[in-house]
């Protein structure tokens, strides 16, 4: 049985084949959207620039994202804090825990 994600991934997949293969032959072969009864003047030159345009501007909004996402990210904890917190940790530990000398003392009573 195929599940709801894999029916959408076919979807878009299938989307995405129909639509690069009408690019391309739109690009290679204007001519062919006359026989299809399109009649309107194509300029390949905007069958060029349109795509370009939304590349570079999805290319320029993910730096935005990134830019953003450092911009407001407060600064990690400097390394020495980190190592004195797991020091101390480990310090807590080793003192609250019985030694083995200490249980063996406690079974004998």
Known sequence: M???DQTIGAVICLVCVLVAVFYVVSLF???WLGALGIDFEFDTFWLIAIP?????VA????????GWTMATTPPPKPIEEITTEM???KEETKTEEPTAEEKKAEKKK
Do not use: D, R
């Open 29 to 31: 072969f204007p001519a």
């Open 2 to 4: 195929v599940s709801k």
């Open 52 to 56: 370009v345009l939304i590349a570079f």
């Open 87 to 89: 020091e101390e940790k």
């Open 59 to 66: 290319i320029l909004a993910i730096g935005a994202w990134i």
